[in-house]
């Protein structure tokens, strides 16, 4: 660290030029802070038994024969869990032992989350976060739209003028990101502002404006978990070929439900340009098996297992014709090793691979902006739920 300022004051002593500090500790603000904070928090958990998940260094498990306790941290926000009151007593004792603790009873806000709980299952949504977003954009009483994004609307790097000041698309479109994950109806439309961040146009700032005037139709829609689902996984995966009007690059687009409940969507850009649409949706069935695979992971991290191999549903019957036939295909021995995974996974019985028609298509809502009629019958299915509607 660099000499203070009034150090040679203070002590008395000369500091020789281009000196600096050795420190006894870390101090806050440091760049090796944040991982100090954590090894030193990490070691309080590792002392009362609990081990890391290899899927997600951010949760701690505990469990024995009769005991189960799961702890999820972010810096230094906790979430514990467990079917054993004293045993959570215990663990917090420890805690307020060894920190400065303040216990805020059961969990209600978490991080912008808002979270309720009843006898059938758990709901999150974000309405706090979001009706600040529209008050800090001036949308408050906006008119709401019925759809994100208009239908099939392709916007590109040149469309409209630059921004005089991008740092207003900027903001918005990164409070945007934070809303996605509990608002899968708006990670296409998230997902395609975001690539304009660099050079911001006014077409962009308006289609983001557009995505306000649709969150103020439902500030507080958001996820519903269910207590009495299953532990099957089940996963959609869709591609819009050469959909990008800059790169010609494809979308992937994939959701995920563990039982009836959804845990996992995406929507991204392929990082190359594909030959045909069908290694576009092969690519995609890629993308969600390796999702898949971490969710496994996840699970057995809580000591959990799937019930049964998972599903991959397609809509592209080529596509499903290469992950289930091994033979080398003159048009398809470009396609990198590592989409071969579906392959791999469908032959050690991990995955099983099913056709969908395209209007049970549930990831199309990932990969493009679809007509309202589309987007109302898809979000219907996501499990998403709405707990307030604005006057």
Same mark, same amino acid.
């Given at each position: 660290?660099?000499?203070?300022?009034?150090?040679?004051?203070?002590?008395?002593?000369?500091?020789?030029?281009?000196?600096?500090?050795?420190?006894?500790?870390?101090?806050?603000?440091?760049?090796?802070?944040?991982?100090?904070?954590?090894?030193?928090?990490?070691?309080?958990?590792?002392?009362?038994?609990?081990?890391? $998940?290899?899927?997600?260094? !951010?949760? *701690?498990?505990?469990?024995?024969?009769?005991?189960? @306790?799961? +702890?999820?941290?972010? =810096?230094?926000?906790?979430?514990?869990?467990?079917?054993?009151?004293?045993?959570?007593?215990?663990?917090?004792?420890?805690?307020?032992?060894?920190?400065?603790?303040?216990?805020?009873?059961?969990?209600?806000?978490?991080?912008?989350f808002e979270i309720a709980r009843n006898a059938q299952g758990i709901s999150l949504n974000q309405r706090k976060y979001t009706l600040e977003l529209l008050q800090d954009a001036g949308y408050l009483g906006c008119k709401p739209v019925t759809v994100p994004m208009e239908?099939?609307?392709?916007?590109?790097?040149?469309?409209?003028?630059?921004?005089?000041?991008?740092?207003?698309?900027?903001?918005?479109?990164?409070?945007?990101?934070?809303?996605?994950?509990?608002?899968?109806?708006?990670?296409? $439309?998230?997902?395609?502002? !975001?690539? *304009?961040?660099?050079?911001?146009?006014?077409?962009? @700032?308006? +289609?983001?404006?557009? =995505?306000?005037?649709?969150?103020?139709?439902?500030?507080?829609?958001?996820?519903?978990?269910?207590?009495?689902?299953?532990?099957?996984?089940?996963?959609?995966?869709?591609?819009?070929?050469?959909?990008?009007?800059?790169?010609?690059?494809?979308?992937?687009?994939?959701?995920?439900?563990?039982?009836?409940?959804?845990?996992?969507?995406?929507?991204?850009?392929?990082?190359?340009?594909?030959?045909?649409?069908?290694?576009?949706?092969?690519?995609?069935?890629?993308?969600?098996?390796?999702?898949?695979?971490?969710?496994?992971?996840?699970?057995?991290?809580?000591?959990?297992?799937?019930?049964?191999?998972?599903?991959?549903?397609?809509?592209?019957?080529?596509?499903?014709?290469?992950?289930?036939?091994?033979?080398?295909?003159?048009?398809?021995?470009?396609?990198?090793?590592?989409?071969?995974?579906?392959?791999?996974?469908?032959?050690?019985?991990?995955?099983?691979?099913?056709?969908?028609?395209?209007?049970?298509?549930?990831?199309?809502?990932?990969?493009?902006?679809?007509?309202?009629?589309?987007?109302?019958?898809?979000?219907?299915?996501?499990?998403?739920?709405?707990?307030?509607?604005?006057?």
């Amino acid at each position: 660290m660099t000499i203070p300022q009034g150090y040679e004051e203070l002590t008395g002593k000369k500091v020789p030029p281009g000196s600096v500090c050795r420190l006894h500790r870390s101090l806050y603000g440091l760049k090796q802070a944040s991982r100090q904070w954590n090894h030193k928090l990490s070691a309080v958990f590792f002392n009362e038994g609990f081990v890391q $998940a290899h899927a997600d260094h !951010s949760l *701690f498990v505990k469990t024995t024969s009769t005991l189960f @306790l799961a +702890a999820l941290i972010y =810096v230094d926000d906790i979430l514990l869990v467990g079917n054993d009151e004293a045993a959570i007593a215990h663990f917090k004792y420890v805690l307020e032992a060894a920190f400065k603790l303040r216990v805020l009873g059961p969990a209600k806000y978490f991080l912008g989350f808002e979270i309720a709980r009843n006898a059938q299952g758990i709901s999150l949504n974000q309405r706090k976060y979001t009706l600040e977003l529209l008050q800090d954009a001036g949308y408050l009483g906006c008119k709401p739209v019925t759809v994100p994004m208009e239908p099939n609307q392709k916007l590109s790097e040149s469309t409209g003028t630059l921004l005089p000041d991008a740092s207003v698309f900027r903001k918005i479109v990164g409070r945007l990101l934070y809303l996605t994950h509990t608002r899968p109806d708006i990670t296409y $439309a998230v997902h395609k502002l !975001s690539q *304009f961040m660099a050079a911001p146009r006014s077409d962009h @700032l308006t +289609a983001a404006y557009r =995505v306000l005037r649709y969150l103020k139709n439902d500030p507080a829609q958001g996820l519903f978990y269910s207590s009495s689902t299953d532990l099957a996984l089940t996963a959609f995966s869709d591609a819009d070929w050469a959909t990008c009007p800059d790169s010609r690059r494809s979308i992937t687009g994939y959701c995920i439900f563990l039982g009836d409940s959804l845990v996992s969507w995406r929507s991204k850009k392929q990082p190359t340009v594909s030959r045909s649409s069908s290694e576009a949706e092969y690519r995609a069935m890629a993308d969600a098996t390796c999702e898949l695979i971490w969710l496994t992971s996840l699970l057995k991290s809580l000591h959990q297992s799937p019930s049964g191999p998972a599903t991959l549903f397609c809509d592209n019957m080529s596509a499903l014709h290469i992950a289930s036939n091994p033979v080398f295909h003159e048009r398809t021995k470009h396609i990198e090793n590592d989409c071969h995974v579906v392959r791999e996974r469908l032959q050690s019985g991990f995955l099983k691979t099913m056709h969908v028609k395209s209007e049970h298509q549930l990831a199309d809502l990932f990969t493009k902006a679809v007509q309202p009629n589309v987007f109302k019958t898809l979000t219907s299915k996501m499990g998403t739920h709405k707990l307030f509607i604005p006057s």
